[in-house]
């Protein structure tokens, strides 16, 4: 055999050796396991009849000394306004927003609260994101069933940049009176997610359900149950305070409403940030929800 054919060879089998050794460096770094920390907060609308330390005034700085002292990765906000996404943008330099009635050129009539999501620009890329509304006619701004507003739910997926893995965040909120509303938002969430992330994707969802888990009409949340897992009840460090505090001490008053559920993950910690050391007793009539989670 020439010496030439021989060189030549050689040469295919290095390149052979190259190409199949590259695969499992390749496949092994895919494989590596990224953590993120979703937090889902009912901000709390601006009225006027919060007044004192309940005013937007006296909240707003709170809030942002809440946002730096925990740092949550990504954040689904409910019961925003253009004043409070304003003032989040120009607060929280590090984080990029998915705002939908901006970016759709949509307003929304009175009492219609657009979902709103940030995340830490130089953790995650943006992949893909989308708003649809709990409703019969999801595609377009609109009431469902016997619901008081217009309600919806907002959606990103993202990238960790430094392990490459892909993920789903789904940030609403359901109506707080209208029974049916309750029942079919629930349902129209996890038709919706199903059909957004596949049967695959990491999902993260979070809100203000309006609906008590432990009592009356608590059953209306079981198709969550059935698809996805509870960040509180699941996480190996978990924390059982109740959400939604009403502006008051009296814990009898309190009860929980705002939730964060995962499929394709491990959640590792869940927290109800119930702290009142940012400024004024209480940012908001509800405390955020915050789980870290790995997968």
């Known amino acids: 055999m020439g010496s030439s054919i021989v060189k030549k060879m050689r040469r295919q089998l290095i390149i052979l050796i190259i190409a199949f050794t590259a695969i499992p460096l390749s496949a092994k770094k895919t494989q590596k396991e990224a ?3 979703y937090m889902s907060f009912n901000i709390r609308f601006i009225t006027p009849k919060d007044e004192g330390d309940r005013s937007w005034e006296s909240r707003r700085p709170a809030v942002i000394n809440m946002f730096n002292d925990v740092q949550p990765d990504v954040v689904g906000i409910q019961e925003q ?3 409070w996404v304003t003032y989040l943008r120009e607060n929280l330099k590090d984080y990029d927003f ?3 009635d901006y970016k759709e050129g949509v307003t929304l009539p009175k009492n219609g609260f657009s979902m709103v999501i940030f995340w830490k ?4 890329e943006l992949l893909d994101c989308g708003r649809f509304f709990l409703s019969e006619t999801p ?3 609109s009431k469902g069933w016997d619901s008081n507003h217009y309600r919806n739910t907002a ?3 993202l990238k960790d ?6 993920f789903f965040c789904f940030d609403t909120h359901l109506d707080h009176k209208g029974l049916v509303a309750k029942e079919n938002g629930v349902l129209l969430n996890v038709e919706m997610i199903r059909g957004i992330a596949g049967k695959r994707g990491v999902v993260f969802l979070g809100g203000d359900m309006n609906i008590i888990r432990t009592k009356g009409k608590g059953y209306l949340m079981d198709p969550y149950y059935a698809y996805m ?3 509180q009840d699941t996480a190996i460090d978990s924390d059982t305070a109740l959400t939604f505090n009403g502006y008051s001490d009296d814990l009898t008053t309190h009860r929980c409403l705002d939730y964060i559920f995962y499929r394709g993950a491990e959640a590792l910690k869940f927290d109800v940030v119930d702290h009142d050391g940012y400024g004024v007793r209480f940012i908001s009539d509800h405390y955020p929800v915050m789980a870290t989670f790995r997968f």
């Open 35 to 37: 953590t993120v920390t």
């Open 161 to 166: 940049k430094a392990t490459g893995r892909r």
């Open 139 to 141: 595609d377009k701004p």
């Open 98 to 100: 998915y705002i939908p």
């Open 81 to 83: 306004s253009e004043a």
């Open 121 to 124: 620009k130089n953790k995650f």
């Open 155 to 157: 959606w990103v997926e």
């Open 229 to 231: 897992q509870s960040a």
